[in-house]
């Protein structure tokens, strides 16, 4: 039997579902009310600044009233306690991950508590709310928008993430729909550089004929079990 070592997780909204933060595919395509096309696409953002910026700030507030649950739980122990190579790739924009204390983390899409400067790409730690027009605290241009990746925008540690696979034994994906790329494609990134590749989901996704296994279940209950027994074996 091949020796695990180095691990590769995907994480996507459905891991976050049972903490009470909506996914974003769920009935009628919609997120927390709003068209996919209407708050997450650089076009939005200039049409709309106002509806866009109050529609992230309703969500990072929104963190203060949820807490992490035992799927992000146990990722965190097995990022404690993994001798091995480990990365956690988190497709999420909430903060439940490092929350509940997971270090090996990577945010692909941002995050809810940063504010981006468009004019200089400088990057801020930000839990108040953010209007359009408010200032950069580098370079002082009214430039600061959520730091969140948008449809048509490029993914933040796209190198760090394909250096991973290319040498991860075992690629986990944890409630993901796999229809939002590049993160889709990772299960035959991982795939074609030898790995094993899981599915923790709750129902069947788009990518799961790609899996060479699936599991289908609450991440809260499916999650703590594989942590168990990847650091019983
Ligand atoms: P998605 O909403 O498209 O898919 C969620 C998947 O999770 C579905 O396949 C669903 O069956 C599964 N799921 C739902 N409840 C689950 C549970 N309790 N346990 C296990 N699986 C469960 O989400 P996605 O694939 O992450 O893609 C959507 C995009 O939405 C991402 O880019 C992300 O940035 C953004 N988003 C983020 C958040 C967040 O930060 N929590 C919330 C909504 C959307
Ligand atoms: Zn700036």
């Known amino acids: 039997m091949t020796v695990m070592r180095n691990i590769v997780i995907l994480t996507g909204a459905g891991i976050s579902a049972e903490s009470g933060i909506a996914t974003f595919r769920g009935p009628g395509g919609l997120w927390e009310g709003h068209r996919v096309e209407d708050v997450c696409t650089p ?122 696979l290319a040498e991860a034994d075992l690629f986990v994906s944890i409630g993901t729909s796999g229809a939002v790329y590049p993160a889709a494609g990772f299960v035959r990134m991982a795939q074609a550089c030898g790995a094993a590749t899981l599915e923790l989901n709750l129902d069947r996704s788009e990518g799961s004929g790609w899996f060479d296994e699936s599991r289908l279940g609450p991440a809260g209950q499916l999650v703590p079990a594989w942590v168990e027994q990847m650091l019983s074996a």
């Open 43 to 164: 076009e939005a953002l200039a049409a709309d600044p106002v509806l866009v910026h109050r529609f992230y700030d309703l969500r990072r507030a929104a963190l203060r009233d949820v807490r992490p649950n035992p799927a992000h739980e146990a990722l965190a122990r097995l990022d404690r306690e993994w001798s091995g190579a480990l990365l956690i790739v988190t497709q999420n924009v909430d903060d439940l991950h490092e929350r509940a204390g997971a270090r090996r983390l990577l945010h692909m899409h941002g995050a809810l508590n940063q504010a981006l400067c468009a004019a200089c790409a400088a990057r801020f730690d930000w839990t108040a709310d953010l209007p359009p027009g408010t200032p950069c605290p580098t370079c002082h241009a009214p430039a600061l928008r959520p730091d969140i990746v948008f449809f048509g925008e490029i993914s933040y540690g796209m190198d760090r993430i394909e250096a991973a």
